[in-house]
């Protein structure tokens, strides 16, 4: 069983509709949880983490976190075009107290 | 947040040559320094653990010999890819910051190698 897990997709949805993506984990004992946006040929960059249970909003982003079902989300609403990139789940904590990346999600946003 | 300069975005370099990549902690002192490697369509893998003024600390079944680090300073490590072969062609990231729950991976531009 892979540490962090994700649909590789892509996943395709509309401009405008909302974009859902998923992550579960293995180590019960991680602590925190990132989300990173990955265009093609970049480096990684930050959309948002959170640490407990429940909803965080950050503008057109949420991210869900179900510690019991070791399951993390992101919802992106009105989605863009520019939004299309690779999504990476990372989880932090646990055994092996350092940062571990899922493989990823492409989304791809329709015009 | 941190800002993480890399250099050489890209490099091509021939069979059996080393090749060193820079990572550069522009307005923060970094005490750890983080180097990853990604190849097409995977995640992001740590390859090793940079530590201020002592050894790096690798991962399992990364060849401490062949990637070198040194972190010399507060806001430089070098990974020097040594005897390059082309399996050795990836994408080479390096961060600073995620030491703890409570702080945030900042990543530097990456670094394509092409070994020929």
């Known amino acids: 069983q892979k540490e962090v897990e994700q649909n590789s997709g892509p996943l395709s949805v509309p401009e405008g509709a909302i974009a859902s993506l998923n992550c579960t984990y293995s180590?019960?004992?991680?602590?925190?949880f990132f989300w990173y946006r990955q265009y093609s040929g970049k480096s990684p960059e930050l959309i948002m983490f959170?640490?407990?249970?429940g909803d965080k909003e950050d503008g057109r982003f949420t991210a869900q976190l179900n510690k019991a079902s070791q399951y993390v989300s992101l919802l992106i609403r009105d989605s863009q075009p520019s939004d299309s990139a690779t999504y990476l789940c990372a989880v932090y904590g646990g055994a092996t107290n350092k940062l571990i990346f899922g493989t990823g999600t492409l989304l791809a946003v329709q015009p | 947040g941190a800002v993480v300069s890399q250099h050489p975005s890209r490099v091509i370099c021939k069979s059996g040559t080393s090749v060193k990549i820079e990572c550069r902690s522009l307005d923060f002192q970094a005490t750890t320094m983080f180097w990853y490697r990604q190849f097409p369509k995977q995640s992001l893998m740590l390859m090793a653990t940079s530590n201020e003024g002592s050894k790096a600390t690798y991962e399992q079944g990364v060849e401490k010999d062949k990637f070198l680090i040194n972190h010399a300073s507060l806001t430089l490590s070098t990974l020097t890819v040594t005897s390059a072969h082309p399996e050795d062609s990836s994408f080479y990231i390096c961060?600073?910051?995620?030491?703890?729950?409570?702080?945030?991976?900042?990543f530097g531009q990456g670094t394509r190698l092409t070994v020929v």
């Open positions: 180590d019960r004992g991680s602590q925190s």
């Open positions: 961060s600073v910051g995620g030491i703890n729950m409570n702080t945030e991976a900042f």
């Open positions: 959170i640490y407990s249970n």
